[in-house]
């Protein structure tokens, strides 16, 4: 481990914090923040803005503002937005009016001008008398400096939880998040049934344009990833599993356009993403698309197979020709461009593998043309790769690939102590074989950092668990690039900042909040906020425990019921009067036959009324709402007992 970060940071609203099990008894009050909107204001905001706010593809002097507003209306809503420099909004510099349609699922983007490069603002929109939260962008620079980018990809929300997209919103000093495709996916890969919702619609293949509309107001629900999207402006293009479903590539198309903050290069013809954004005299940063426009037609150049088709390729020489005013050019690009071959042959010619006379010639471009200072970025592997990209045994550009967010790679295929000998010797063959490829990881998961410097680039590795929410996050390698060197030329033990530090927009102030869970990685994953409404309200709890808590049952006033957990223990319930809640649950973890899991919990009311079942373990946690709120479900994982719990609190009726 090169660097690592590990603090307490915030989830919906509340504090998360690491807990230590072993011999010792550890009792811990996790707490949220108090809200200052009330229940009403929170159901409402909860409903018109429920998918958030984002912002995107950044210039000098303006940026894409993007929300949703859920409504009812039949054709569309008016919408005001406002953006300033400051989070109160006292130094208002652009605002306007626009509408939120149903034609475009009452998404709405704005170009918003903005009269200063370089520097952080705060937006925000009204719309049905309810302001939605506040979101923070940046314009790009004129001048030269320091430019830092987070790099993602391959994001599928069934894999594992988000944590990278909350290490991204932590960090207050980055110019842009550049996502490299699959941004959402169609289906679950059948290895990585982690987090899988209640609403089986969204494990479905999106077989129509409403379908896929679902699947993108699923993914923005997830308060990780919104929070993303709240902190920093992206730069988005698709990949396969985008625009590749039942639905066809049209539907597809059309919904990655209005849910996602991009600035459409071309707004008569949505297939062409590929596009260039200045970065001041820095950066210029290109993004390809190497998986829908262009691809596997036969160019007229070199009679193959092309990954790019001539018109992109075209367009892409002009725009690195038109860029060598800017110290470095990075190219973004959805699949490994470095050839990566074993015993003579590719591991996926679905990559530029497949493509060499494409690879060959726009590397050939860059060494003739004496363009110095080249990056690829790209996505897609689930891997970790950095590579110097070569032509004529001469290396032209370095490519990074950071792993991918949650999607699985070597670790969720092969399992158990194969990991190790599968990872050990997979990785050998690719170093062994491929001596361009200066590092490769095969199992974990994350993002990257770009940091761009007068004096060169740093590439940052950082890896985060997946599995379960986490604090944690580390670099584990980090490559350096000096300017003018054209390759790798040393690895830096040090993570790099910026010094741009701008505070961060205001945590989301959310209806329904969850401090976080507690217990064991098996059984399956439920999460109540699914199927919760603002007007669900608790009757009962039933327990059923033994040596373990093995279930529990939730009861609601309109009749519902949930239940998680197996059939064994003994039960017992408790009813609530008028005016009663349960405001604390505490947890014990114990382990038997090596798998971890809740052996005792009790719930306290704010009667002081108790219900409790299991036994006491040495590791304890203890939730406890906030005053006003209550706990209304409970998220985690389930099976012949419970696994896995936390609370979900919302606001007293």
Known sequence: MLHSRRNLFKIGGGVFGAIVSGRKSYAVEVSLREEKQSREE?????????????????????????????????????????????IGFAQIVSEGMSAADRERDFTIKVDALLPFAGTVYYYRFFAEDCWSIVGRTRTTPLTKQNVRLAVVSC?????????????????????????????????????????????VQNTLNPDSLEAVRQRYRYYRKDPQLRRAHQQHPWVIVWDNHDIENRAGKDASIRAFHEW?????????????????????????????????????????????????GDEQFGWLKAQLNDSRSAQWRVIGNQILMAPCKVFGKSIDEKNWDGYPKDRERLLRYLAEGDLTNTLVVTGDSHLSYASNLEVDGRSVAVEFLPSSVTRG?????????FTKIAKGGFETAIKAFNSHIRYFESTRHGYGIVDLKSNGATLEYWYVPHQEQSLEEEMGRAMFVATGAQKITEEKAQATQSGKFAPPAPLEPRFFTSPGEL??????????????????QVKSIQIRSGERVDAIEIGYADGQSWYHGGTGGQERELILEDQEYFRKVLLCLGKKKGTTSVHFIRF????????????????????????????VGFRGRKGSELDKLGPIFAPDF
């Open 42 to 86: 929170l159901a409402k905001m909860a409903r018109i803005f429920e998918y958030g706010v984002a912002s995107g593809d950044p210039k000098s002097d303006r940026v894409i503002l993007w929300t949703r507003v859920s409504s009812d209306a039949d054709d569309s809503v008016p919408v005001r937005w406002q953006v300033a420099l400051d």
């Open 604 to 631: 306290t009311t704010n009667l002081g009324r108790v219900l409790e079942g299991g036994v006491k373990t040495g590791t304890s946690l203890e939730f406890s709402a906030p005053e006003g709120r209550h706990i």
């Open 260 to 308: 996602t903050p991009i600035r459409s290069p071309d707004p008569a013809d949505i297939n062409k993403i590929y596009r260039r954004l200045s970065f001041g005299p820095m950066l210029d940063l290109i993004m390809l698309d190497t998986r829908h426009i262009g691809r596997n037609s036969v160019s007229g150049e070199t009679g193959q197979a092309s990954i790019l």
């Open 519 to 536: 217990g064991g990685t098996g059984g399956s994953y439920f999460n109540d906020e699914e199927r919760l409404g603002p007007s669900s």
């Open 155 to 199: 994001s599928s929300i069934w894999s594992g939880y988000f944590n990278s997209y909350e290490a991204i919103a932590r960090r207050n000093d980055l110019d842009a998040v550049v996502h490299l495709g699959d941004y959402i996916y169609d289906v679950p890969d059948p290895d990585e049934l982690r987090n899988m919702p209640a609403n």
């Open 409 to 417: 790679n070597l670790d969720e295929q092969v399992t158990g102590i």
